[in-house]
């Protein structure tokens, strides 16, 4: 990992043992054939700054970015590109060769990307959309959804400040609902996503009553783990097209891949394997 000319990429956050990013980074690293490495950095947040200014000299071309840091390196970054300062987090950092640090958020185009090839139908202007969840990943996904035509952004947060805030930031589209008016909020709903931790291996389930969810409607979980959850076999059964979380991992890590790496990696079955294998074992 010295030889020099090697590029060296990684995922930096705290704790960092449950990310997926290397295995599908090493995948598309084996598929291409390219000299390079990419691993994950256990990273205090008192230290972020300091490791992020070292890590170029050590050979780093750049750096995927998860909690609790997406926040803050929005403060270190020299560039920060305006999809990140709109999210208010960053996923991807590019170290440039003019010392510059580069700052993108890449979490709205894997969340859209993956609809678009698990579910080619899906129109966003055609009706409401429902998002439950207010944090970081709640951000990404509202911004994605107002890009692509959205005429209504319904949101629910159990914590009902944080949905307001929401609100205030990205204007009328938005419709706060109080957490218990599920019934409410799906009625009409034609794309509905849990931005939530809800019902993630090791969390509580994701029990949200859906009788009032159209089987016209798209529903997403951007949970990988499980991959079929709870959400989507019971909007399934229903009749609604689903779309897993798995796709969003993937497609999200391509934009870095190629900037770092200089390809641009296909998201395919070959790569979803490489990961979901993991997630199974």
């Known amino acids: 990992m010295t030889d020099p000319g090697v590029p060296l990429a990684g995922v930096i956050g705290w704790p960092i043992s449950h990310s997926r990013s290397p295995l599908l980074h090493s995948h598309w690293l084996r598929s291409y054939g390219i ?23 050590a050979g780093f071309v750049g750096v995927n970015v998860t909690i609790p840091h997406k926040e803050a390196v929005l403060q270190i970054a020299d560039v920060v ?17 003019d010392g510059k640090i580069h ?30 969840g207010a944090g970081g990943a709640a951000r990404a996904v509202i911004v994605a959804l107002i890009e692509a035509g959205a005429p209504e952004i319904r949101v629910a947060n159990r914590t009902r400040s944080r949905a307001e805030a929401l609100r205030s930031e990205f204007g009328s589209k938005i419709v706060v609902y109080d957490w218990v008016q599920t019934a409410q909020m799906l009625e009409g709903a034609l794309t509905v996503v849990n931005t939530t931790a809800l019902g993630m291996v090791g969390k509580p389930e994701f029990r949200v009553a859906l009788d009032t969810l159209s089987p016209r409607a798209l529903v997403c979980d951007i949970v990988y783990n499980p991959v079929r959850t709870g959400l989507l076999e019971a909007a399934e059964a229903i009749g609604c097209t689903t779309v897993d979380g798995l796709g969003m991992l993937l497609h999200q890590g391509a ?19 490489a990961v979901l294998g993991a997630l199974l074992g």
């Open 35 to 57: 000299r390079g490495h990419y691993v994950p950095l256990l990273v205090a947040q008192a230290d972020l700054r300091e490791v992020l200014a070292v890590l170029p000299k």
């Open 81 to 97: 590109t305006d999809r990140a300062a709109l999210i208010g987090a960053a996923n991807t950092l590019i170290f440039r060769k």
């Open 103 to 132: 700052a993108d958020n890449t979490d709205g185009y894997g969340f859209l990307a993956n609809i678009e090839q698990q579910a080619p139908q899906w129109f966003a202007p055609a009706g409401p959309a429902a998002v439950f």
């Open 255 to 273: 934009p870095g891949f190629e900037r770092w790496f200089g390809v641009r990696p296909v998201v395919d079955e070959a790569a979803r394997a």
